[in-house]
């Protein structure tokens, strides 16, 4: 398997891409790095991404009702796959309740 960031580099587009774009081409590889040949992941395969690759952002979560209500609501999904747009979705909803959100906030940056 060739390393994400050596797959990011190899996109023409993202040469002088924003750091943003090249976060955002981050995690599609990510995800297509572990979709199945449908573009799709098991609930299992997305809650190991989620553990491998988001740990910082779900770390200590795991008790807030927030947290506990967006992964309930994963496992309810009917399909028992998850697309693309539904993972990023996931992602931001971690995201925004994070208490690493937070800390980035209350970063200070100097010019």
Do not use: R
Request: proline residues 3%; hydrophobic residues 40%.
């Amino acid at each position: 398997s060739i390393p994400i960031a050596k797959q990011l580099a190899s996109i023409k587009a993202l040469e002088k891409g924003s750091d943003l774009e090249k976060a955002f081409a981050t995690a599609a590889l990510v995800y297509n790095n572990s979709a199945d040949p449908e573009g799709k992941l098991s609930k299992a395969e997305t809650k190991n991404l989620l553990q491998t690759q988001f740990l910082n952002f779900i770390q200590g979560q795991e008790n807030k009702p927030k947290y506990q209500e967006v992964i309930s609501a994963l496992d309810e999904e009917m399909e028992n796959k998850i697309d693309f747009e539904d993972f990023m979705i996931l992602l931001v909803s971690l995201t925004l309740m994070s208490d690493l959100l937070q800390e980035i906030k209350n970063m200070k940056t100097t010019k």
